[in-house]
């Protein structure tokens, strides 16, 4: 179990509760559950990671349990009770300095404190879509749902939001605009924040100035978009809807800079690789997608074969493990010209050393 | 007038004598060509640059018979050949190769990943629990609503009426001008399982919802050949009320299960064998052909069927999670036009072939 998920570079929940690790140099998938205690409430609402060395990951199941994986023994570490099925399916998972963030539909986001019982509470609303940390200032989050404007909430004085989004002004008809945020994300170094709502809207949000309505607006496609993710060149952001279209905006104009192709059902979960121009994507179509940012072109594809059948795959939400990418993009250079492989080493591994150290690292035991 | 006339008919005359002496002086010259027009066309065939082709000949006769005479050729070549095989092959006997396997659309395509093997464990997991799973475990009996698009004219109507003569326990409804959001939770609170809705262009039926009660999946479908049941030829008697066994073909794919577990679940668990009466969903490169049959043995050999119609042919244009929502809902499959057909998207059983 324990090489096996070494190997494993792309993790992903499913709508039956069973975790899998796709490995893509190898091009394998494994489950990591027990097949004969599957149950429907154990499907995967929300995936994070439970420590920044990225050796554990978190799940939060529908039945309200939040459960450890160790991605270095390849076994369920923990689980812990952290609500139930009347608040709702998780929203969104976090964690900050040894205590455990959680966020349900009600709109009752909890801070779990390692070792004690006290939890402290807050209310964000009810309708919660999506809950987001910010990576670089780990007390913050934000939130948003429908009818539910984004809020920024710091976690270190909860009784008040530190921004709160206001609607946008009332259309040409003058009727107020629905509020539905789907998704946020943080825009590093910046300090802004981009949302994507199930009205087709892409808008970011800039708290740190006093206008409270987004600085920027623009809408892709018609049908409701449902997650968004960050490249790592900072001016983009990639959208998906719930008919699997996917698309790079631009977040200089909100202009389209280009469409990926190939998927054929609603996405679900969209993870940019923090270093690399990849992105994986998966959704209810049962695949697994992984597409170059440059050139939009899909350069791997898994359809697990079991998950599928497992799991319906729609309940999917997955997290791109930086290192292992990596590893595999090792492998597909070696295939091709040399010197372009040394070329493309050179500059991959500058921005991400922490990680490719990593890597060498976890090739090592997998020998062992 | 008459005047007149004589010189004419005289021209006529003359022309055609003047005609007729050419074509006298010209046969000679041509029918020793036509003669050894074998000859000259092999010689031809050695003088001609490679790239002549019958094509250039611009008289059209000439170019006739030189296409007839080049094909009888080939023919003869090709008869020539195969008998020669079989000589080989009869000289050999059991030493003989096996024979080629002949390229045909169904063994070009390219394998599909999807395909489900029967017996993985997270597929039989999935469908135990999934919506169509209260069915199959006998939970439920099947109810459906059988309706239309808003003022439904000839075809339709009558499609619909056969339908439920089709489909036991189904219930054909007028629309009237009603939402399907708003039909749905009635349906729900009068245990419905499906609701079937019929759509028309120019009084031609042309789409079908299929929506699995009460909470999806929802499938959309694109009809085409609509034949009713007086259409037919050598059709039977009306079908009678017993409960018809289903027959799935190719269902094989992960999506193809889902479609075919939607529409198994249409119809009653325990068919009535007296009945004598199948309904047959034949997947063939993601095209379904209904056909509904009565069987009778005849011997332990032999079977007779005689259709009873009407039959449609159903192509899969999306598959949405939850009930109707075409405007909130998430797909879970939507067909999309490929740009190369080698591109490989999942369909029942995707039509793919290999690149040459």
Redesign the interface.
């Known amino acids: 179990m324990a090489v096996k998920s070494q190997l494993c570079s792309v993790w992903v929940g499913s ?2 509760g ?1 975790l899998k690790g796709v490995s893509l140099s190898k091009k394998q998938a494994f ?1 990591f559950c027990e ?1 004969s205690c ?3 409430d154990q499907e995967v609402c929300t995936m994070a990671w439970g420590d920044p060395h990225e050796t554990e990951v978190l799940i939060g199941c529908l039945n309200g349990r939040v459960k450890t994986f160790s991605t270095e023994k390849g076994i369920f570490t923990e689980s812990r009770e952290c609500g139930d099925l009347s608040q709702g399916r998780f929203t969104g998972l976090a964690v900050m300095d040894s205590s455990l963030i959680t966020c349900v539909e009600s709109g009752l986001l909890k801070v779990w404190n390692e070792g004690s019982s006290n939890t402290a509470e807050i209310n964000v609303g009810t309708g919660v879509c999506r809950m987001r940390q910010n990576p670089s200032q780990r007390h913050h989050v934000a939130t948003g749902g429908k009818e539910n404007p984004l809020k920024l909430w710091d976690l270190q004085r909860p009784d008040k939001s530190i921004f709160t989004a206001k609607n946008v002004a009332n259309d040409w008809l003058d009727l107020r605009v629905p509020v539905w945020v789907r998704d946020i994300a943080f825009i590093q170094d910046s300090n802004k924040i981009v949302t994507c709502t ?1 009205h087709h809207q892409v808008r970011v949000y800039d708290p740190s100035s006093p206008q409270r309505r987004p600085v920027l607006e623009t809408q892709y496609g018609e ?2 978009l ?1 997650t968004l993710s960050l490249p790592a060149d900072q001016a983009s952001v990639v959208v998906g809807n ?3 279209q996917l698309a790079i905006l631009d977040l200089r104009k909100g202009l389209v800079r280009g469409c990926i192709k ?1 998927l ?3 996405v679900r979960g969209l993870q940019c690789h923090p270093s690399l121009p990849v992105l994986a994507s998966c959704g ?4 697994l997608r992984v597409h170059s940012l440059k050139d939009r072109t899909l350069q791997h ?1 898994v ?1 697990f ?8 795959t ?1 309940g999917e939400v997955e997290e791109v493990k930086a290192e292992e990418e990596e590893d595999e993009d090792e492998v597909w250079d070696s295939m091709e010209m040399v010197k372009e492989h040394q070329g493309k080493r050179a500059t991959c591994e500058e921005p991400s050393e922490a990680s490719g150290n990593r890597v060498k690292r976890k090739r090592k035991v997998a020998k062992q | 007038m008459d005047f007149i006339g004589v010189p004419v008919s005289e021209d006529t005359t003359n022309t055609k004598n003047k005609v007729k002496k050419t074509m006298k002086r010209q046969k000679p010259f041509q029918e020793p060509v036509d003669n050894g027009s074998v000859e000259e066309s092999e010689s031809a065939g050695s003088s001609f640059p490679p790239t002549f082709s019958l094509s250039t000949i611009k008289n059209k006769q000439r170019r006739h018979l030189m296409f007839m005479k080049l094909k009888q050729e080939k023919r003869k070549q090709k008869l020539e050949l195969r008998k020669k095989r079989k000589k080989e092959r009869d000289a050999l006997g059991d030493k003989a190769p096996p024979k080629d396997v002949p390229k045909t659309i169904e063994n070009q395509r390219v394998y599909d990943e999807t395909t489900v093997d029967p017996e993985d464990e997270e597929v039989a997991f999935d469908e135990g629990t999934d919506e169509f799973s209260a069915y199959f475990n006998k939970l439920t009996n099947p109810k459906v609503l059988i309706t239309t698009s808003d003022r439904p004219r000839g075809r339709t109507v009558r499609f619909c009426e056969q339908l439920a003569t089709v489909i036991p326990n189904a219930h054909v409804y007028y629309r009237r001008g009603l939402a399907l959001k708003r039909i749905i939770p009635q349906c729900v609170s009068r245990n419905f399982t499906y609701l079937m809705v019929i759509n028309e262009d120019r009084k031609v039926p042309n789409g079908m919802v299929l929506c699995h009660l009460p909470d999806g999946p929802t499938a959309h479908f694109k009809v085409s050949s609509v034949r009713l049941r007086k259409e037919m030829k050598r059709r039977g008697k009306d079908p009678t009320e017993h409960h018809p066994e289903v027959i799935l073909n190719n269902f094989s794919t992960r999506l193809g299960h889902s479609i075919g577990r939607m529409f198994a679940a249409l119809f009653p668990h325990d068919p009535h064998f007296v009945g004598r009466q199948v309904a047959t969903f034949h997947n063939q490169r993601d095209f379904i052909f209904f056909r509904f049959h009565r069987y009778i043995f005849k011997n332990e050999k032999r079977v007779g069927i005689q259709e009873l119609g009407p039959r449609f042919t159903l192509k899969l244009r999306s598959l949405q999670k939850g009930t109707f929502d075409s405007k909130f809902g998430e797909y879970e499959w939507v067909h999309k036009v490929r740009i190369k057909t080698y591109l490989g998207l999942t369909g029942l059983r995707t039509v793919e072939f290999k690149a040459e």
């Open positions: 709508e039956t069973i489950n097949m599957l149950t429907r199930g049908y409701p449902t719930t008919h699997g190939g054929a059902g609603g209810l179509d049962r695949f594809k359809h074969p079991s998950m599928l059948c497992g799991s319906d729609a």
